[in-house]
């Protein structure tokens, strides 16, 4: 501990060294910043109190104020909220742009959620009673209508592209190409699938 001399008011008081204070109280620190500029005035969303040049200042606002993309500020229309930088930039990190992008994923979940998929999966339900046909039991459980020929053949046999080309394939929609399966059971079928594949 060591004494120290408060700047604004000339009151001795004790400190450890290594805290490098300069003040006896926040309300002596506060009176020693009346008529300093902060380097976060007119800066709207800023909120912290560091005092800096002018010049500083000029720098920090041209430089943290405007956006990296097309020279939008980044808070814009947003007082005093930070908002993520690429707000706006419809499908930016979307679809193909995203960097784990493998191809084609976009498209497997479109036609997974069209009206011809889901018609088609209702009628492989029905035609099987709401069960599943390989244990037989699990009646109106938790139901997965698979593909006998996979979805990903019949979209690279027919070179689909679209979701118009998908509608128009009639495989896809077979109900002869589909079967009533639980979560287990087809969960059991792709790892199966898919230990014979990494062997071959």
């Not at 005093?80 to 979940?109: P, R, S, T």
């Not at 592209?161 to 059971?185: S, V």
Request: net charge positive; aromatic share 12%; proline share 1%.
């Amino acid at each position: 501990m060591i004494e120290i001399k408060c700047k604004n008011c000339s009151k001795i008081f004790k400190d450890y060294k290594s805290n490098n204070k300069k003040f006896c109280s926040h309300k002596c620190y506060s009176f020693s910043l009346e008529g300093k500029i902060p380097w976060n005035k007119d800066l709207k969303g800023y909120n912290t109190g560091h005092i800096v040049s002018k010049e500083t200042k000029k720098k920090i606002s041209k430089a943290n104020s405007i956006a990296l993309l097309g020279n939008i500020p980044w808070n814009k229309g947003k007082k005093g909220l930070q908002v993520a930088w690429n707000k706006g930039l419809k499908g930016y990190n979307a679809g193909n742009k995203h960097v784990n992008w493998k191809g084609g994923q976009d498209l497997i979940f479109t036609i997974r959620n069209c009206f011809e998929y889901r018609q088609w999966r209702s009628d492989i339900y029905t035609r099987d009673n709401f069960t599943c046909q390989e244990c037989g039991d699990n009646k109106g459980g938790n139901l997965h209508a698979h593909h006998i020929k996979m979805f990903s053949i019949i979209l690279k046999q027919y070179d689909i592209q679209t979701i118009q080309e998908a509608e128009h394939c009639e495989e896809l929609w077979n109900i002869n190409n589909g079967i009533t399966w639980c979560k287990e059971c087809h969960e059991e079928f792709h790892k199966q699938n898919a230990s014979i594949n990494s062997d071959t």
